[in-house]
């Protein structure tokens, strides 16, 4: 598996509450992305980063912010969950081949 | 804008038999198309891109692009093909990938 460890794995928190999940790697791969798995419509992007506070918006994007200060983390926040937002996240990465290599994923839920 | 549809949520085979994945994508341009799996309690992982043109477990993939299609095929199914798949496609010269619905094949004994 390629470097790339989600944080934390599974979280239930409440409506209203800021959450941030992280992504780390250790391949030092300049692209990673923020996908959200729900059924029915697969996986779709959130946010990306193509370098060390360079990021843009995915499909998906509001209610979502991300940030990256280093190469190896990419940090993606949500400042006030929604129940919407109960989703399986997951964290990719990519280097010169174009392939992605995924993180486990974080179970979020909203109550 | 790019977009790729899997139109079988579900799909249900018995070993041996032949197992066709649809998949088909709106791009104006020259895509790039890949096939995604994830497997109960794996990561999402690569099986196969149509650039590469190789057999992965025994699929294959042919980019159809006057039918904008990029069928997943195995003549002969297994029981650990049992998995979820995701067709995507990479836009020329983008970064990105955009996925498809999923389709959750499962293979009866």
């Known amino acids: 598996d390629a470097g790339i460890t989600q944080s934390p794995r599974h979280k239930v928190t409440e409506t209203g509450t800021p959450v941030t999940l992280r992504c780390h790697q250790t391949?030092?791969?300049?692209?990673m992305y923020w996908y959200r798995q729900d059924p029915g419509h697969g996986l779709r992007l959130i946010h990306y980063?193509?370098?060390?506070?360079?990021?843009d918006k995915g499909e998906v994007s509001d209610g979502y912010s991300v940030s990256r200060s280093k190469t190896e983390d990419f940090l993606l926040t949500l400042e006030s969950a929604t129940s919407s937002q109960t989703s399986v996240y997951f964290c990719?990465?990519?280097?010169?081949?174009?392939?992605?290599?995924f993180g486990e994923g974080s179970r979020l839920t909203v109550l | 804008a790019q977009r790729v549809t899997q139109p079988e949520k579900l799909l249900s085979v018995f070993k041996g038999a032949p197992v066709e994945l649809k998949c088909n994508y709106s791009?104006?341009?020259?895509?790039?198309l890949f096939w995604y799996v994830q497997y109960s309690r794996q990561r999402l992982q690569l099986l196969l891109r149509?650039?590469s043109r190789e057999s992965i477990k025994g699929f294959t993939a042919d980019l159809n692009k006057g039918e904008t299609s990029f069928h997943l095929k195995k003549p002969f199914a297994q029981e650990e093909d049992s998995a979820m798949y995701y067709c995507?496609?990479?836009?020329?010269?983008?970064?990105?990938?955009?996925f498809g619905q999923g389709t959750r094949l499962t293979i009866n004994p």
């Open positions: 990719a990465i990519s280097g010169t081949t174009g392939e992605l290599f």
């Open positions: 391949e030092n791969h300049r692209y």
């Open positions: 980063s193509y370098g060390v506070k360079d990021t």
């Open positions: 791009y104006s341009g020259s895509p790039e």
């Open positions: 149509h650039i």
């Open positions: 995507a496609l990479r836009a020329g010269g983008a970064q990105k990938l955009v």
